[in-house]
């Protein structure tokens, strides 16, 4: 299984930007880096996923260096509503069950204003 | 795009009795999961099903625990007898079928089981 690492939590202020990193060191020529947050009493729901290099959508970029061990979520300016559980996954849609879906504690990040 | 549906939203029941939840996924998705959640842990995948075909069911207590998904699309998680360890968030996703190695998975609000 391809095993994350992640902080346990993560305390920033309203307008910073955060960057959540996560480790991988046996992760797969063909795994995909995925990331979830997870607000309380709602189910996670998908915030970015990548393979190499940068990706960036409308709410978070996902850095991923040449060795792919390690990758990390950047969340610019963020606000109160940003305070979630965030988690990392690895794995590829080819892979099933436990190999592609092991969710980790992830990071509690707690925004105050 | 209607998300997952789950019911009920809330179940407590007495140790040693049976309950069941129900999933029905995005309309279209091949796959389902049922997730485990339990407070302060991450999401801990139970079953899953493409179509209705099961693909691993590696870490569902098979003693106590069953889940189907009657012709490819609804599904139920069935807890019998409960025990006080199962309190919990259950969690259904789906996801569509993909290329290429990328996923997503789209989480339902989940039921939350309290055994007392």
């Known amino acids: 299984l391809a095993k994350t690492t992640q902080p346990i939590s993560m305390d920033s202020y309203e307008g910073q930007e955060v960057n959540i990193t996560c480790s991988h060191n046996?992760?797969?020529?063909?795994?995909?880096i995925t990331w979830y947050q997870q607000f309380p009493s709602q189910g996670p729901r998908f915030i970015i996923q990548?393979?190499?290099t940068k990706v960036t959508n409308e709410v978070a970029s996902l850095f991923i260096p040449a060795d792919r061990k390690s990758s990390t979520l950047s969340l610019p300016r963020v606000s109160l509503s940003d305070t979630a559980v965030y988690y990392c996954?690895?794995?590829?849609?080819?892979?099933?069950?436990?190999?592609?879906?092991?969710f980790g504690s992830g990071t509690r990040l707690q925004v105050q204003p | 795009e209607a998300g997952v549906a789950q019911s009920p939203r809330y179940k407590i029941i007495e140790k040693r009795q049976s309950v069941a939840f129900w999933c029905n996924p995005i309309?279209?998705?091949?796959?389902l999961y049922w997730y485990q959640q339990i407070l302060g842990q991450g999401p801990k995948l139970l079953i899953q099903?493409?179509?209705?075909?099961?693909?691993?069911d590696s870490q569902l207590p098979k003693d106590r625990f069953s889940a189907e998904r009657l012709k490819g699309v609804d599904s139920t998680l069935k807890i019998q007898p409960a025990k006080l360890e199962d309190s919990a968030v259950y969690l259904c996703?789906?996801?569509?079928?993909?290329?290429?190695?990328?996923?997503?998975?789209?989480f339902g609000p989940g039921t939350r089981l309290t055994v007392t």
């Open positions: 996703a789906s996801s569509p079928r993909t290329s290429g190695g990328t996923y997503e998975q789209y």
């Open positions: 046996n992760i797969a020529t063909n795994d995909y």
């Open positions: 990548g393979y190499k």
């Open positions: 996954l690895v794995g590829n849609s080819m892979d099933t069950g436990r190999r592609a879906l092991t």
């Open positions: 309309s279209g998705h091949a796959t």
């Open positions: 099903f493409q179509n209705n075909g099961v693909v691993d």
